[in-house]
């Protein structure tokens, strides 16, 4: 055998190794792809959901306005409203933010 040359066993097994190798990076890849996909959707939706109860509290404060509302409902929806825009809030931050779990990197050297 050549200097720098291997045996056909060992050029086998090695690429063996490495298909091996990039069919777990493919899969990773595919896990990555399909979590990018989901948060895009759930993103998507969290801001929808935020414009709906933004939409809600202009109505609230026009029917405060033209004294349709008690003070008392007011604030109890105000308050239901608040709370649901500030969970909607905190989602979409996380969601922007990454707050995702992502695959670990399992490769060895």
Do not use: W
Not at 37 to 65: D, G, P, S
Not at 86 to 92: R, Y
Request: net charge negative.
């Amino acid at each position: 055998m050549v200097k720098g040359e291997i045996s056909e066993d060992t050029y086998k097994n090695l690429k063996e190794e490495y298909e091996a190798k990039i069919r777990g990076i493919q899969a990773k890849i595919q896990e990555v792809e399909d979590q990018l996909k989901l948060n895009t959707e759930q993103l998507q939706i969290m801001r929808k959901k935020r414009q709906l109860i933004i939409a809600q509290i202009n109505a609230l404060n026009e029917f405060r306005r033209t004294n349709e509302l008690s003070d008392k409902a007011y604030r109890e929806l105000m308050d239901e409203l608040m709370n649901q825009l500030n969970e909607v809030d905190d989602k979409l931050t996380k969601l922007m933010v990454g707050e995702v779990e992502r695959p670990r990197d399992t490769a060895q050297s």
